[in-house]
């Protein structure tokens, strides 16, 4: 089933809690990055104004100045992503954990999917997070991914990530046992032409090895030689056996984790 329209949370049935973003939050943490960006620019820009030799020389002031070029890098990136994830997202962006699904509403729309739309969700959590992954909320991520093969990702800028992603997850278990029954088939349906690829070189490999005829003429005797497959044909023609044989591997053991995969 594809997404719901917007505007009547209340047909996924009752509330159940709710989950605010940490919008402000979020923020705060886009203009400490975008501080941090100017001023290793700034310093980047100075060191590199005295240094002769340039930001790829080997003196002590080029090695600061790359490291205030990363810097920068990374703060320009903490910055925009924060930044754009804030605003579009908005004050009351927020999660609506409901009895027949999940709703998610911004200040740009609001969005809801039934159970049935989720398929799974991947969490992953540390046990002992440094303060800095916690001040970014990167210490928890919970990727819901939808039928329709879009993602959802809720992070611990959420309120009660952990509850929140764990009732999601009782809910995908149900929905993702059917898409492993599906796919069970895919992984063993693709085993099939790499297992024929390995038949039909060894064969290939056999009907064309060096030959050697002996014909007997009575007076004199004559040796036919037949030449075989050259060296390289033959190197190229085992990598495609160890290539089969590897994604044959591949494929079984996706096909076998389907039934035990939640």
Not at 237 to 260: D, H
Request: with cysteine.
């Amino acid at each position: 089933m594809a997404e719901i329209p917007a505007g009547a949370p209340e047909d996924l049935g009752p509330l159940v809690s709710v989950h605010r973003v940490a919008n402000r939050r979020r923020l705060g943490v886009a203009v400490r990055a975008l501080g941090i960006t100017a001023l290793a620019t700034i310093v980047a820009v100075g060191l590199l104004a005295v240094e002769d030799g340039g930001i790829m020389s080997g003196s002590g002031t080029s090695r600061v100045a790359r490291i205030s070029v990363m810097l920068a890098l990374v703060g320009l990136f903490v910055t925009v992503s924060y930044g754009t994830k804030a605003l579009r997202g908005g004050q009351n962006e927020h999660f609506q954990l409901r009895e027949h699904g999940l709703v998610h509403v911004t200040a740009r729309r609001t969005r809801m999917w039934e159970w049935d739309d989720l398929a799974t969700i991947r969490i992953r959590a540390r046990a002992r997070p440094p303060a800095l992954a916690v001040a970014l909320g990167s210490h928890y991520q919970a990727r819901i991914t939808r039928m329709d093969g879009r993602g959802i990702t809720i992070t611990g800028l959420t309120e009660g990530h952990e509850a929140l992603g764990h009732a999601i997850a009782q809910h995908c278990e149900q929905v993702g046992e059917r898409i492993n029954r599906r796919l069970r088939w895919v992984w063993l349906a693709l085993t099939a032409p790499c297992v024929l690829a390995i038949v039909l070189i060894v064969n290939h490999i056999n009907d064309h090895q060096d030959g050697r005829q002996v014909i007997d003429h009575g007076g004199y005797r004559e040796e036919i030689y037949t030449p075989g497959l050259t060296d390289s044909t033959t190197f190229l023609l085992t990598m495609g056996i160890a290539a089969s044989s590897l994604l044959t591997c591949v494929f079984l053991a996706m096909f076998l984790r389907t039934f035990t995969r939640k």
